[in-house]
């Protein structure tokens, strides 16, 4: 089992909808979770981060965690086409190493 | 948050020879972290530097091939040592305080 899953993707939406980006993991003891974009050629640019259980939001963006299912989510309102980008989730384990799950490729179709 | 920056941004190295990439922070860290992103791929984590302390490596990358240094709060160096066209990949510092990780613009490098 790898320690952070994403779905590859690529996921489709069109603007203005909500677009959903999901992300388990296996390390019960993980302390703090991360949302990354990443545009082709660029670094990772951190846009969430959250530790404790329920909702998150800044602007657009809501992070949501689970620790009882290891499960994270971002939800991404009022989709634009910049939002088209890859979106990592990184996890800090209990051995406070930073874990990336393999990305959601994410598109907004105008 | 935390600014960093990587020298170089590039660079095209023979097989065989070493590179050494430097990671600058505007800020006092406490962990500074090394991972490598092969073309379409996610982050790999190669090492956790600690100042003070040898470098925790991950499984699959050891100290003779990727050397670290971790000479004060702010700074670090990854030798990419006896390289191979494998090596080839975009190599990325990491740090910041505890509750939030930012990243250096990269390093990519191409073994010939």
């Known amino acids: 089992q790898k320690e952070v899953e994403q779905n590859s993707g690529p996921l489709s939406v069109p603007e203005g909808a909500i677009a959903s980006l999901n992300c388990t993991y296996s390390?019960?003891?993980?302390?703090?979770f991360f949302w990354y974009r990443q545009y082709s050629g660029k670094s990772p640019e951190l846009i969430m981060f959250i530790y404790s259980n329920g909702d998150k939001e800044d602007g657009r963006f809501t992070a949501q965690l689970n620790k009882a299912s290891q499960y994270v989510s971002l939800l991404i309102r009022d989709s634009q086409p910049s939002d088209s980008a890859t979106y990592l989730c990184?996890?800090?384990?209990?051995?406070?190493?930073?874990?990336f799950g393999s990305g959601t490729r994410l598109s907004i179709r105008p | 948050s935390a600014v960093i920056s990587q020298k170089p941004s590039r660079d095209i190295c023979q097989r065989g020879t070493s590179l050494t990439i430097q990671c600058q922070v505007d800020?006092?860290?406490?962990?500074m972290f090394w991972y490598r992103q092969q073309p379409g791929q996610s982050l790999t984590l190669i090492a956790t530097?600690?100042?003070?302390?040898?470098?925790?490596?991950e499984s699959g990358f050891v100290i003779d091939k990727f050397p670290i240094s971790r000479p004060n709060l702010t700074f670090s160096t990854l030798t990419v040592s006896n390289m191979s066209p494998e090596d080839s990949s975009i190599y990325l510092c990491?740090?910041?305080?505890?509750?939030?990780?930012?990243f250096g613009p990269g390093t990519r490098l191409t073994v010939l």
């Open positions: 530097a600690n100042q003070g302390s040898e470098a925790t490596y």
């Open positions: 390390d019960r003891g993980s302390q703090s």
């Open positions: 990184a996890v800090r384990s209990s051995a406070s190493k930073i874990i």
């Open positions: 990491s740090a910041g305080p505890p509750a939030e990780q930012f």
């Open positions: 800020s006092q860290v406490t962990m």
